[in-house]
């Protein structure tokens, strides 16, 4: 009875796999090439925001800062708060889909210290022609020292629409960012992590916020008293339509339509704001008072116990750019040439601001304009051998008029034994952010008698991609002028001198034996000249373990150990107030021990799950005896936290 037809139970079989199976890739924004879906499972920065040769200032969510020198090459305007960059989603980074079924991915990870992430990925495409997506993230932290809480909240919808012609296609992305970062200031006195007095480290005296209560933990609680309070959100649209020729490919059930575009037509419209906000708040009805000694020592600014500080900068931008593209080859979309010209038409908003004299103004407004063109030319050769990528940007008029960036970069295969070998070249000319003007209401350098020049910087570059032997070396050498800068709480200022940094990068896989693996991230770092830039010399990631199934069909499983060495270097300090790091040349940050993690990491079909065991290396049996009390530094009075125990699943569902 069962017998072999599409009912019995071969044919059931047939049905399931059928219908578990999906066809999805995605591509981003500004490009036209199609990736597909990451499910490896070694490196945790996949899921969250952790890369390699980041530190944060002891929880996530803090403020972050990247160990390898990158200067901005971005010219135009720039309002210059970046310590929070590491957790914004962006436009840019946008994924659209393309998919045959509906596509969910739940990713919830929770770890000690009341630390909580959440991610919520859907896309599906409503129509053959029409996908839809939205993302949803949530970083919350109570973090180990006193008032560090975080809690940010990040939002993605995107669309992308193609006519059946193949002629039309448009797209709209809407970008949310909230971040709110409880700011302490750093430790009073770094000795107190070994004095028995506080055997809970959320009792360790910090410069800020120390009376505050540490927070619930509650996952929907925002509440920040003392600290910074982003948002940001992005809204763009654009159109394209094309010019060219028209084809089909015939099967016997249908006639599929092609359309190899000669010329393209864009428009892109968009609006963003942000507000930049940081508060330290007095409430009569809580034993809380600022720190008004804070206050005067780093900013000069008297105050009392029971007044109330504040800062604020507001920007909207509204933009409209048109383009052009032309394809010389019709058989090859990766290869055109792009011609283009923006206006953006920029507010923005001050509570307060200081004059020449230091005293402060009253809230104020500015209304700009910048106006560009643009240019891009890239080819990706039919044969896969040569890739090639250059653009520049020139600001013609307005606020930031006299900007411009340039980048070249030329790729080739040149075997499967020797890989790809990469060369290129860029060069920026651009204002300093906006928080380095006197008319900013988080500038506070009320010394301060000029405006800043144009910072100019060059970046040569080549790299190795060998991915045969799992090799990637990539070389670096920067040429910087009036290199803009805050040499403490609250200076703004430049270097004075022409200075270079070089830097070599080496990333390789090394099989032990058979799967176990030692794949290492090392960056030596050098600065010659009269800098104000402090790098380590030597940055090192690496991962030690097993990648494999252990004999389980199912089952992808990856365990080690993980250390990072930080050569000592003068680190950056921070200033909470202005959102900023600042360069000292007074304490060096030595690592005690190696950041050492356990790590156990598996994936059996869609689901994938991460038990880590963090900062070992914060173990410690003198002078107060056994704990995990000997936290190494990430810059002057912030150390990382102690031990952690972090675990996170990630589910992925085709509906």
């Given at each position: 009875?069962g017998?072999?037809g599409s009912?019995?139970k071969?044919g059931?079989?047939?049905?399931?796999r059928?219908e578990?199976?999906i066809?999805?890739?995605?591509?981003?924004?500004?490009?036209s090439r199609?990736?597909?879906?990451?499910?490896?499972?070694?490196?945790?920065?996949r899921?969250?925001?952790r890369p390699n040769?980041w530190i944060n200032?002891?929880?996530?969510?803090a403020?972050a800062r990247?160990?390898?020198f990158?200067p901005r090459m971005?010219s135009?305007?720039?309002a210059?708060f970046?310590?929070?960059?590491?957790?914004?989603?962006?436009?840019?980074d946008?994924r659209?889909f393309?998919t045959?079924?509906p596509?969910?991915?739940?990713?919830?990870m929770?770890a000690s210290?009341?630390?909580?992430?959440?991610?919520?990925?859907?896309?599906q495409?409503?129509?053959?022609?029409w996908?839809?997506?939205g993302?949803?993230r949530l970083?919350?932290?109570l973090g180990?020292?006193?008032?560090?809480n975080?809690?940010?909240?990040n939002?993605?919808l995107s669309?992308?629409?193609?006519?059946h012609?193949k002629r039309?296609q448009n797209f709209?992305?809407?970008?949310v960012?909230?971040?709110?970062?409880?700011?302490?200031?750093g430790?009073?006195?770094p000795a107190?992590l070994?004095?028995s007095?506080?055997s809970?480290?959320?009792t360790?005296?910090?410069?800020?916020?120390n009376?505050l209560?540490?927070g619930?933990?509650n996952?929907f609680s925002?509440?920040?008293?003392t600290g910074?309070?982003?948002?940001?959100?992005?809204?763009?649209?654009r159109?394209q339509y094309d010019?060219?020729?028209?084809?089909s490919?015939v099967?016997?059930t249908?006639?599929i339509p092609?359309?190899?575009?000669?010329?393209r037509l864009?428009?892109?419209?968009?609006y963003?704001?942000?507000?930049y906000?940081?508060?330290?708040?007095?409430?009569?009805?809580?034993?809380?008072?600022?720190d008004?000694t804070?206050?005067?020592?780093?900013?000069g600014?008297?105050?009392?116990?029971t007044?109330s500080?504040?800062r604020?900068?507001k920007?909207?931008?509204?933009?409209?750019?048109?383009s052009?593209y032309?394809f010389p080859d019709?058989k090859n979309?990766?290869?055109?040439l792009k011609?283009?010209a923006?206006?953006?038409l920029?507010k923005?908003t001050?509570d307060t601001?200081?004059?020449?004299?230091g005293?402060?103004?009253?809230?104020?407004s500015?209304?700009?304009?910048?106006?560009?063109?643009?240019?891009e030319y890239?080819?990706?050769?039919?044969?896969?051998?040569?890739?090639?990528e250059a653009?520049?940007r020139?600001?013609?008029?307005?606020?930031d008029?006299g900007?411009?960036?340039?980048y070249?970069s030329?790729?080739?295969?040149?075997?499967r034994?020797?890989?790809?070998f990469?060369?290129g070249?860029?060069n920026?000319n651009?204002k300093p952010?906006y928080v380095?003007q006197r008319?900013?209401?988080?500038n506070?350098?009320?010394?301060?008698?000029?405006?800043l020049k144009?910072e100019?910087?060059t970046?040569?570059?080549a790299?190795?991609d060998?991915?045969?032997?799992?090799l990637t070396?990539t070389g670096?050498?920067?040429l910087?002028?009036?290199y803009?800068?805050w040499?403490?709480?609250?200076?703004?200022?430049?270097?004075?001198s022409?200075?270079?940094v070089?830097?070599?990068?080496?990333?390789?896989?090394?099989t032990?034996y058979?799967h176990?693996?030692?794949?290492?991230?090392?960056i030596?770092?050098?600065?010659?000249g009269?800098?104000?830039?402090?790098?380590?010399l030597?940055?090192s990631?690496?991962?030690?373990?097993?990648d494999?199934?252990?004999?389980?069909?199912n089952l992808?499983i990856s365990?080690?150990t993980?250390?990072r060495?930080i050569?000592?270097y003068?680190?950056?300090?921070?200033?909470?107030?202005?959102g900023?790091?600042?360069?000292?040349?007074?304490?060096?940050?030595t690592?005690?021990l190696?950041?050492?993690?356990f790590?156990?990491?598996?994936?059996?079909?869609?689901f994938?799950?991460?038990?880590?065991?963090?900062?070992?290396n914060s173990?410690?049996?003198?002078?107060?005896g056994f704990?995990?009390?000997?936290?190494?530094?990430?810059a002057?009075?912030?150390p990382?936290?102690?031990l952690?125990i972090?675990?996170g699943?990630?589910?992925?569902?085709i509906n």
């Open positions: 009875m017998g072999s009912g019995g071969n059931d079989t047939l049905v399931k059928k578990d199976t066809t999805i890739n995605f591509r981003y924004l500004d490009s199609f990736v597909k879906l990451d499910s490896s499972i070694e490196d945790i920065s899921k969250i925001p040769t200032l002891g929880n996530d969510g403020a990247n160990l390898v990158s971005q135009g305007w720039d210059g970046h310590a929070y960059d590491l957790y914004l989603f962006k436009t840019e946008t659209l393309n045959t079924k596509y969910t991915e739940l990713g919830y929770q210290q009341t630390e909580t992430f959440v991610d919520l990925i859907h896309t495409n409503v129509k053959p022609n996908n839809l997506g993302e949803f970083i919350n932290s180990t020292f006193g008032n560090a975080t809690n940010h909240t939002y993605r669309s992308w629409y193609q006519s012609s039309y709209f992305v809407m970008v960012n909230k971040i709110n970062a409880s700011e302490n200031g430790l009073v006195n107190d070994d004095s007095q506080y809970n480290q959320g360790v005296p910090v410069k800020l916020g009376n209560a540490r619930s933990g996952l925002s509440t920040v008293t910074t309070r982003y948002r940001q959100s992005t809204y763009l649209f159109q010019l060219g020729q028209k084809d490919i099967t016997d249908s006639v092609l359309f190899y575009p000669r010329v864009e428009h892109t419209m968009s963003s704001s942000y507000n906000w940081y508060v330290d708040t007095y409430y009569p009805g809580y034993s809380y008072t600022l008004s804070y206050y005067q020592a780093n900013f600014t008297t105050l009392n116990p007044d500080f504040s604020q900068d920007w909207g931008i509204f933009s409209n750019d048109f052009v032309t019709s979309p990766q290869q055109f011609l283009g923006t206006i953006d920029i923005g001050f601001s200081n004059n020449l004299s005293f402060l103004l009253k809230a104020h500015l209304s700009e304009q910048n106006v560009f063109g643009h240019a890239r080819n990706k050769t039919r044969n896969q051998k040569w890739d090639i653009y520049g020139l600001y013609l008029n307005g606020l008029a900007d411009y960036n340039a070249i030329l790729r080739r295969y040149i075997s034994e020797v890989g790809y990469q060369a070249f860029e920026a651009r952010g380095f008319a900013s209401s988080l506070l350098d009320y010394a301060q008698t000029s405006s144009k100019n910087t970046h040569v570059f790299s190795l060998q991915p045969s032997h799992h070396l670096s050498y920067y910087l002028s009036n803009s800068f040499s403490n709480y609250n200076k703004a200022d430049q270097a004075s022409l200075f270079n070089l830097e070599i990068s080496l990333k390789k896989q090394f032990i058979r176990w693996h030692w794949r290492t991230e090392t030596v770092q050098q600065v010659a009269s800098s104000p830039v402090h790098v380590p030597l940055t990631f690496n991962q030690v373990g097993y494999g199934k252990l004999g389980f069909k992808v365990f080690g993980e250390l060495y050569s000592p003068k680190a950056d300090g921070f200033s909470p107030a202005t900023q790091f600042f360069t000292q040349g007074d304490s060096t940050i690592q005690r190696p950041d050492i993690n790590y156990l990491h598996l994936r059996v079909r869609s994938t799950a991460y038990v880590r065991t963090e900062n070992i173990i410690k049996f003198q002078p107060r704990g995990w009390y000997g936290n190494n530094f990430v002057p009075g912030y990382s936290p102690g952690i972090r675990v699943v990630f589910w992925s569902f």
